[in-house]
Nanobody, 129 residues
């Protein structure tokens, strides 16, 4: 399994970025898949996740209404559209996936980001003030 992220960079506060994650070795629609970020000196934070169990996309409160997770079955990819970026969004962003557990929705995986099985290498996002 391989997850490859792209799209990070430097952006001014209020700007937008779109992160991409292309998967191989798994079908994104069959897995719980999401985005996790880690800022310098801080713990991992699950920020968005989709799992077919429940069929709903969950977001962390810190990014709700600003970030949007989407998927493209044709390209076996997921995306994270990030709008209205803030300096506190500065972090390394990781695409992550795991086999879904029937009893769990994406909300569980956001709360426990270390439960993801597969991880990309990360892409850096820096938001300047």
């Amino acid at each position: 399994v391989q997850l490859v992220e792209s799209g990070g960079g430097l952006v001014q506060a209020g700007g937008s970025l779109r992160l991409s994650c292309t998967a191989s070795g798994l079908t994104v629609d069959d897995y719980a898949i999401g985005w996790v970020r880690q800022a310098p000196g801080k713990e991992r934070e699950g920020i968005a996740c989709y799992s077919r169990n429940g069929g709903k996309i969950y977001y962390a409160e810190s990014v709700e209404a600003r970030f949007t997770l989407s998927s493209d079955d044709t390209n076996n990819s997921v995306y994270l559209q990030m709008n209205h970026l803030k300096p506190e969004d500065t972090a390394d962003y990781f695409c992550a996936a795991r086999p879904p557990v029937t009893a769990y929705s994406g909300r569980v995986y956001i709360s426990h980001p270390d439960s993801f099985t597969y991880w990309g290498q990360g892409t850096q996002v820096t938001v300047s003030s």
